[in-house]
């Protein structure tokens, strides 16, 4: 089992509409998560930080469920420019390393 | 708002060639990424500095990459001899620390014919 898993889609959504993804970690040590947005051949940009139980950031809500060792990322009102890869990435509390996941592909479309 | 900053952005070399990129972190980021990402796939860490010193190139192919920070803010990576597998997009990142957030400079998207 990787030690984050991400569907790597694509998730082909219409324009306005609501879509959410999960990324699973292994490590029940893990700390911290964060989102990432990478558009083609462009680099990874940071999106959401989600420390605690999770948090909102206008049309986006990352949440974490340490029961079941995911984390969600929720767009909402989706729109054309949203379309990228979402790369989700832990933190391993015990030696700091950060695990990247190979990301999931979302399509908006008119 | 500070960047990262990397250089050059783009460069073809041919195999056995060798090549440097230069990375100038955030000012005052403790911590400094090197990865290496192939296309659909997610970055790949090679090596990880806290100020100068290494602290993760488990991943790193010592055989021919080879990477400094040598005062603890600026770095180069370097691959001696390149060959057609190291073709690629590589990108430096930096954090205020070890586990925080990172943020990532425009990349070097290296050929190798």
């Known amino acids: 089992r990787k030690e984050v898993e991400q569907d790597p889609g694509p998730f082909n959504v219409p324009e306005g509409a609501t879509v959410a993804f999960n990324c699973t970690y292994s490590n029940s040590a893990s700390q911290s998560f964060f989102w990432y947005r990478q558009d083609c051949r462009k680099e990874p940009k940071l999106l959401m930080s989600v420390y605690s139980s999770g948090n909102e950031d206008g049309r986006f809500t990352a949440q974490l469920n340490r029961a079941s060792q995911y984390i969600s990322l929720l767009i909402r009102d989706s729109k054309l420019s949203d379309s990228a890869t979402y790369l989700c990435?832990?933190?391993?509390?015990?030696?700091?390393?950060?695990?990247w996941g190979a990301g999931t592909k979302l399509i908006i479309k008119p | 708002e500070a960047e990262v900053a990397q250089s050059p952005r783009y460069k073809i070399t041919e195999k056995s060639q060798a090549v440097a990129f230069w990375c100038d972190p955030i000012?005052?980021?403790?911590?400094l990424y090197w990865y290496r990402q192939i296309l659909g796939q997610g970055p790949e860490l090679l090596v990880q500095?806290?100020?100068?010193?290494?602290?993760?190139d488990s991943q790193l192919p010592k055989d021919r990459f080879s990477a400094e920070r040598l005062k603890g803010v600026d770095s180069t990576l370097k691959i001696q001899p390149a060959e057609l597998g190291d073709s690629a997009m590589y990108l430096c990142?930096?954090?205020?620390?070890?586990?925080?957030?990172?943020?990532f400079g425009p990349g070097t998207r290296l050929t190798v014919t």
């Open positions: 000012s005052g980021h403790a911590t």
């Open positions: 990142a930096s954090s205020r620390d070890r586990g925080y957030e990172q943020y």
């Open positions: 990435v832990v933190n391993s509390d015990s030696n700091y390393q950060l695990i």
């Open positions: 500095f806290q100020d100068e010193s290494v602290v993760d």
